[in-house]
């Protein structure tokens, strides 16, 4: 298992398009591996766009245990925390999103209140209990090529909903779709079950 580098660069963080931005399953991708998710978009351009699922884990890891895989002492007496399963593209590679209070060289700025760093430096900062205030750590990621997200969106496929501390970094995994619904005014009995409409 390696934690490097991510392919996400400033060529990803273009004005306009969705950066920064949630996107919100609709109920009728529920046979879908994107079934009631809730995904921060990192970064979307004319290439294309990648995020960061925000709402689902990997049952069978733990920080400690991915500590451990890559030889990083454990320091903190804070409890254990979970790792997001950020996607299905490339298991093996790390994301740490959070908060913009922490920053090192690599690290990626998102918006004013988010960044990405993908560095193991990040979780020796985190083992030692000094990394940022809120974070996610993810392995995987979800990616579009150039007009894919577009298209999905054409079809009713997601909602965009605004990014907040509070949504993003709510640790109630399973309340987050419903939340970051309601923070639009959107009752999830209401929507419909058919694609292509809303």
């Known amino acids: ?6 392919k996400i660069g400033h060529e990803w963080t273009s004005e306009g398009y969705l950066t920064g931005k949630l996107l919100v399953a609709m109920p009728f991708l529920e046979n879908n591996q994107f079934s009631y998710s809730v995904i921060f978009v990192c970064g979307h351009d004319s290439q294309g766009a990648i995020g960061l699922v925000i709402n689902k884990i ?23 925390f979970i790792v997001h399963y950020g996607g299905p ?26 960044s990405i760093t993908s560095t193991l430096e990040i979780l020796r900062a985190l ?8 974070y996610i750590v993810c392995l995987g990621y979800t990616g579009w090529s150039a007009g ?7 079809d009713n496929g997601w909602l965009i909903v605004e990014s907040t501390e509070e949504l993003v970094f709510d640790p109630y995994l399973e309340a987050k779709w419903r ?3 309601a923070a639009i ?9 058919e694609s292509g409409h809303a």
């Open 127 to 134: 083992a030692r209990g000094n990394g940022p205030e809120k």
């Open 1 to 6: 298992m390696r934690l490097e580098r991510s």
């Open 58 to 80: 990997l049952p069978d890891l733990t920080f400690k245990e991915l500590l451990s895989q890559l030889n990083i002492d454990y320091i903190t007496s804070s409890n254990d």
């Open 89 to 114: 593209i490339d298991l093996s590679r790390g994301f740490v999103l959070h908060t913009s209070d922490y920053t090192i060289d690599t690290t990626i700025q998102v918006n004013e209140n988010f």
């Open 179 to 181: 939340s970051s619904l």
């Open 148 to 154: 894919q997200l577009e298209q999905e969106l054409q």
């Open 185 to 193: 005014g959107v009752d999830p009995a209401v929507l419909s079950l």
